[in-house]
Structures are given as C-alpha cells and as structure tokens.
C-alpha cells in the first residue's frame, strides 16, 4: 500500500534514499561479522542525516518528529541495526530541539549547534541488568566530590558506544539534603574511567554493537548533571525529553524491519509467478493493514507531541502509557507481520543467506526494548483505573531543578 505522505516528509526521504542501497548492501556482512557499522554512519553524516532533527537556524535539516519517524522507518527497511544505532542520535536531538524552541536554553542551543556542524553523535546508556529502564532509579553510583561527582557502575545495551562523542547516562546519589536521587548525566566518554567490554553477541540487531560499559570513578563537572529526580517517581521532563520521543523512534524501526521484508517477500511472490494467488494476497493484506495501523499510531503520537498536547491534557503516568501503547502497537505488529509472512515466503525465510532470516532475528529485540508489552499494559491499565504506578516528582521538588 503506498504512503500518502506531505511534501516535507517526501523531500526527507529522497534523501535517505541515497544511502538506502548502501545500508541494504552491508546490513548482512555488518551482522555476520557482528561490527558496528561505522561505514554507514559516514554515509549517515555525508548525506546530512545526522543532523536531520537539528533546528535549520542551528545548521541542521528542522524535521520534526513527524518527518523524523518515516526516515527512520526507511533506514530500518535497509539496515535495521545501523537505523536503530541512528535513532539513539537522532531522537534525543529532535527533542532537545523542540524544547530549545520552547525554552530558548542556552545550553541546549550549544549542543545543536555542536550537532548542526557534525561534531556530535549520541548514545543514551542508561540500561543496567535488574533495574527497569524508566529512569526511576539505577545501581550506578554518583559519590560527590569536588567540582563535580564520581560515577562508578555497570550499564549494558549501550548502543553507539562505539561511535558516540556525548553519552546521557544515570546514576543514584545518596544526596545528604535531598535524599536519593537518580541524576541524569552527559559524560565526555573520552576522559579516564570508562571502558566499553566487548561482550555483545545476540540473536539479532548484532551490528549496534550495544556493548557493556564500565564507570570505574568517572569524573562528571557539577555542569554535567542535566537533572535530579527522587528515586522511584516517575518524571515529567523524563517523558517529554526522552520517551516521548525513543518510544516512537523504536516503533519506527521495528516497522520499517517488517516493511523491508514485505517489499522482500512481493519480490518472491513476483518471481515465483504467485501474485495471482488469492491466499497470497490476503497474506499481504494482512501485513499492509497492520504496516498502516503502526504508521497511523506513529503520526498520531508525532502530532501530539510536536503540539504539546500530550505533556499538556495528560498526567506523566498516562503520558508514559501513551508512549507505551505506540512502541507495543508498533513492535507487536512488526513480529507479527514476519511470522504472517512466513506463510507465503516458505523455505526461503530460513536461510542464512537470504535477507529475511537477519530481519525475523532483528525484529525480536523489538519485543524486550523499553517500554516492553508487560510494563506498558500495567501503565495503560492502572492509569484507566485511577491506581499510581510511581508518585511523579513534584517540579518544585528540592533539588529537582537542576
Ligand atoms: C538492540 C537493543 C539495543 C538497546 N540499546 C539501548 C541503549 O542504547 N541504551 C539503553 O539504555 N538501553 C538500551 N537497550 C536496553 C533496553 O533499554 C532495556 O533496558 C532492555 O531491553 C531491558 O532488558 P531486560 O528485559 O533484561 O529488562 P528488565 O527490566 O530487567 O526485565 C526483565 C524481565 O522481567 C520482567 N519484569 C520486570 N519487573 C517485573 C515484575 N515486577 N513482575 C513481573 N515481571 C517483571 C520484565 O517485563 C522483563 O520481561 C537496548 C535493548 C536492545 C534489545
């Protein structure tokens, strides 16, 4: 089914469709030989994509969410691991970029800058195994010292490690005045007190790189702390600034994984002369139908983020369940697609050398990233039911402003 899409949204994706052919080429040898792949990120940067939700005025392309979520979308449909490494860049820019619009932050203005002239690419590495990536708490430590803290803990998952020039991380400081609180902090990641430990080898999604990374009393400026939040409450500047946007940019990749291997499988069916096949063609019904229910919950979302409305009519509980709902939509439909798929693909989608079998491996991540289906539901349903998940942090909270 083909996408009524606006002008801009249009323009966007001719130009990722220059690096399309190039991500779809390496996608396989980047996944066999389980590296990161620093070669698309070139082309990523030379095409300007890197600076695609970078206000125009700061240097960048000026996408919005909306724009950003179809690029995405796209890049994933070539080189799933390579769009989703991207997204972790790109998103966090898209939203700093539509608060700098609200706000007018000096210091946010800095960073897009750095971001409009290519001299800056992101990772978020939050991720520790037993802590619930909702930025509620971490086993991550800040201990104060002079002019600043000491990180010291284990993350996992940390996705464009390899290739970041800015991390966001999180850490629990035992704040004598405050009590605890999960701080959220930029880190330089070329100062002493980290190491990145080669220990990701995963079913799919391999060529993110997402390795493990180690804090061993990393110094962070007291300037390095972008926020503190009291352990355990949800966060409203955590919604707005980062879910409001990773929930979206996962369901994008996760749906255009499947929309790769829809266009993937029409060439089979071409080929093998059963178009004509009307079980055939309600297989990719199916599958166009629920493409379109994800890219309709995706729009949705960019336009109630992009008009405040989401942060404005609901409450942060609510707002993180919306968030969850498009993800879950998103990265459900996407594993189901490629199992309806397998009805008409057949043989062919077990192959190690066939694009497919990388694709049906990479789209499982989908279903354990943040916010996955069991958290999700319990946010959706609690909210309905008037019961609090987590007390949200007061914004006037001590401490909180920072
Ligand atoms: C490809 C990929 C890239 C990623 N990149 C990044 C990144 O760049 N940065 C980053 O920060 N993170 C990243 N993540 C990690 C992600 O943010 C999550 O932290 C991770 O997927 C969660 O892993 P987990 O299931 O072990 O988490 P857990 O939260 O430990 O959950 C484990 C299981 O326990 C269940 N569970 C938890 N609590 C309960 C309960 N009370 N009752 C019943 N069941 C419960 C959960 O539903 C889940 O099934 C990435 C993940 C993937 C797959």
Known sequence: MRQCLDERQQRFLSLTDKVVPALAERAGRHDRDNTFPFDDYNDLREAGLLRLTVPEELGGLGAGQAEMLPVLE?????????????????????????????????????????????????????????????????????????????????????????????????????????????????????????????????????????????????????????????????????????????????????????????????????????????????????????????????????AEVSSHRLMEQLTVQEGLGRCAFVKNVCTNNAAAIMTRLLDVVGGAAYMRGQPFERMWRDVQAGLIMPINNRTGKELIGASSLDVAVAPVADLQMPGSER
């Not at 080189?79 to 898209?94: D, I, K, Q, S």
């Not at 940390?158 to 880190?187: C, F, I, K, Q």
């Open 74 to 302: 796209r890049l994933a449909s070539a080189g799933a691991a390579t769009a989703l490494a991207y997204a972790m860049h790109v998103a966090p820019l898209g939203s700093w970029a539509l608060t700098w619009r609200r706000t007018g932050a000096p210091p946010l203005a800095q960073v897009l800058q750095l971001a409009g002239q290519d001299r800056l690419v992101l990772a978020a590495i939050a991720s520790e195994i037993g802590t619930s990536n909702l930025f509620l708490d971490a086993k991550t430590t800040a201990t104060r010292t002079e002019g600043g803290y000491r990180i010291t803990g284990r993350k996992n998952f940390a996705t464009n490690s390899s290739v970041a020039t800015m991390w966001a991380t999180t850490a629990r400081y035992e704040d004598p005045d405050h009590g605890a609180r999960l701080l959220v902090l930029l880190v330089d990641p070329s100062v002493p007190g980290i190491t990145i430990e080669q220990t990701w080898d995963t079913l799919g999604m391999r060529a993110t790189q997402s390795n493990d990374v180690v804090f061993d009393g990393l110094f962070v400026p007291e300037h390095g702390v972008v926020q503190s939040i009291p352990v355990g409450h949800f966060d409203a500047q955590v919604l707005e600034t980062i879910i409001c946007w990773t929930a979206p940019s996962f369901g994008a990749v996760y749906t255009g994984i499947a929309a790769g291997a829809l266009d993937w499988a029409i060439a089979q069916i071409r080929r093998r002369g059963l178009a004509g096949d009307p079980r055939v063609q309600d297989a990719v019904a199916d599958v166009e139908i629920m493409l379109e229910v994800n890219r309709s919950v995706l729009q949705r979302h960019a």
